[in-house]
T-cell receptor, first 113, second 113 residues
Framework: GNSVTQMEGPVTLSEEAFLTINCTYTATGYPSLFWYVQYPGEGLQLLLKATKADDKGSNKGFEATYRKETTSFHLEKGSVQVSDSAVYFCALSRAGGYQKVTFGTGTKLQVIP | EAQVTQNPRYLITVTGKKLTVTCSQNMNHEYMSWYRQDPGLGLRQIYYSMNVEVTDKGDVPEGYKVSRKEKRNFPLILESPSPNQTSLYFC????????????FGPGTRLTVL
């Protein structure tokens, strides 16, 4: 079946540091890939997505590229801020039919001033 | 304002006492889902619904029931709660299609004693 594996957290970075959160997936067909963010005490919200190979999703300075050859969708940001502290979830949506979404376990990011 | 609402936000109950968590969306979305979030396990889908009167099991449906009598509402029912159902629950909705964004509610933290 489909699965998503993302790096263990928590990740602690200083403000303005470079961020990478790794995500790899296993899926049949050609899934769509997502990064969701969960701020403390809130529900998840979509951060970015990519629907086909080599697509790059971007939002709020975050980027991720759909790499079919390595089945990866790593999240990056060039300069993190304290306000980026949150839990980040990688997810995939299977192709065709109902878009059942499979989530990774989440990576907690803490940015310190 | 487009939103998904859940009630209650916090609930402490005892084993065996039936409870219902309500979910409502005002975006006329066809699809709705329930997830539970547990440490180290990420989000797991409990049930989903593709439209009124159409529901199906997700990955962890045991001990839960749902109904979809109206398009906007998708309540989650625990007929006889047990301590292993202590968790953080999220409702989500989305429009039809395989790459659509899911909109999440704020979550319900349930404790079963």
């Amino acid at each position: 079946g489909n699965s998503v594996t993302q790096m263990e957290g928590p990740v602690t970075l200083s403000e303005e540091a470079f961020l990478t959160i790794n995500c790899t997936y296993t899926a049949t067909g050609y899934p769509s890939l997502f990064w969701y963010v969960q701020y403390p005490g809130e529900g998840l919200q979509l951060l970015l997505k990519a629907t086909k190979a080599d697509d790059k999703g971007s939002n709020k300075g975050f980027e991720a590229t759909y790499r079919k050859e390595t089945t990866s969708f790593h999240l990056e940001k060039g300069s993190v801020q304290v306000s980026d502290s949150a839990v980040y979830f990688c997810a995939l949506s299977r192709a065709g039919g109902y878009q059942k979404v499979t989530f990774g376990t989440g990576t907690k990011l803490q940015v310190i001033p | 304002e487009a939103q998904v609402t859940q009630n209650p936000r916090y609930l402490i109950t005892v084993t065996g006492k039936k409870l219902t968590v309500t979910c409502s969306q005002n975006m006329n979305h066809e699809y709705m889902s329930w997830y539970r979030q547990d440490p180290g396990l990420g989000l797991r889908q409990i049930y989903y619904s593709m439209n009124v009167e159409v529901t199906d099991k997700g990955d962890v449906p045991e001990g839960y029931k749902v109904s979809r009598k109206e398009k906007r509402n998708f309540p989650l029912i625990l007929e006889s709660p047990s301590p292993n159902q202590t968790s953080l629950y999220f409702c989500a909705s989305s429009i039809q299609g395989e790459t659509d964004t899911q909109y999440f509610g704020p979550g319900t933290r349930l404790t079963v004693l």
